[in-house]
């Protein structure tokens, strides 16, 4: 009975506990720089991106100025 069992042991795992996240920061960075749309008016806050704020409720999308 020549059985084999390929055994596919990876030795290591590893697992990193992200604790990086600071919501207290994110809120008050986020409060601060937050936008309204110009399009949907006060109280419509624009998602904040990379280089760009986009409004979700119209599509609009206005490029940061730096
Ligand atoms: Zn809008």
């Known amino acids: 009975m020549g059985k084999q069992k390929k055994s596919n042991v990876?030795?290591?795992?590893?697992?990193?506990?992200?604790?990086?996240?600071k919501k207290a920061d994110y809120y008050q960075n986020g409060k601060k720089n937050k936008r309204e749309c110009p399009k949907c008016g006060?109280?419509?806050?624009?998602?904040?991106?990379?280089?760009?704020?986009?409004?979700?409720?119209?599509?609009?999308?206005?490029f940061k100025q730096q």
Do not use: D, L
């Open 42 to 62: 006060i109280a419509v806050f624009m998602a904040e991106h990379k280089n760009r704020y986009h409004c979700g409720k119209c599509g609009f999308t206005e």
């Open 10 to 21: 990876k030795g290591k795992k590893q697992r990193k506990p992200s604790k990086s996240t």
